[in-house]
């Protein structure tokens, strides 16, 4: 609970400083926009949680959360543009938490896709259902 309110005030600073300080046109969609980050956050904290829930000591669990986030960011298109990568790539990363593509769709004026926020939801709850079933105390 700490964490996502920790993140949902460091979002909200970022999003005011963009626009008031660097004059970044504010997002277009604001309710799909915080919907988007909202449901893209919890499907990258339920990915974690299972990942705790599954590894077996805390520095493996580190490793494996260090991992995922470099697939999730190679799906994201930072290390290479998206135009740059295969089609067949930039599709499967809409679809990998937190699905950046609806977030930036939201923000310039497209709209977020309705399946993405579906997928994102639904991984939120799958993986955090996941999570609690295996989840063991030591």
Same mark, same amino acid.
């Given at each position: 609970?700490?964490?996502?309110?920790?993140t949902?005030?460091?979002?909200?600073?970022?999003?005011?400083?963009?626009?008031?300080?660097?004059?970044?046109?504010?997002?277009?969609?604001?309710?799909?926009?915080?919907?988007?980050?909202l449901?893209?956050?919890?499907?990258?904290?339920?990915?974690?949680?299972?990942?705790?829930?599954?590894?077996?000591?805390?520095?493996?669990?580190?490793?494996?959360?260090?991992?995922?986030?470099?697939?999730t960011?190679?799906?994201?298109?930072?290390?290479?543009?998206?135009?740059? @990568?295969?089609?067949?790539?930039?599709?499967i990363?809409e679809?990998?938490?937190?699905?950046?593509?609806?977030?930036?769709?939201?923000?310039?004026g497209?709209?977020a896709?309705?399946?993405? @926020?579906?997928?994102?939801?639904?991984i939120?709850?799958?993986?955090?259902?996941?999570?609690?079933?295996?989840?063991?105390?030591?």
């Amino acid at each position: 609970l700490v964490n996502l309110a920790t993140t949902a005030v460091a979002t909200a600073l970022l999003v005011a400083v963009a626009v008031f300080v660097f004059g970044v046109v504010p997002p277009q969609h604001p309710v799909q926009f915080l919907l988007a980050t909202l449901l893209g956050v919890a499907a990258v904290f339920s990915i974690g949680l299972l990942i705790a829930a599954l590894a077996p000591r805390a520095r493996t669990a580190t490793g494996i959360g260090a991992l995922t986030f470099m697939v999730t960011l190679f799906f994201a298109g930072v290390y290479l543009p998206n135009f740059l @990568l295969p089609e067949v790539i930039v599709q499967i990363g809409e679809f990998v938490p937190p699905g950046i593509a609806s977030i930036k769709q939201s923000w310039t004026g497209a709209g977020a896709d309705p399946l993405v @926020l579906v997928a994102m939801a639904a991984i939120a709850l799958g993986a955090s259902a996941l999570a609690a079933r295996l989840f063991r105390w030591e």
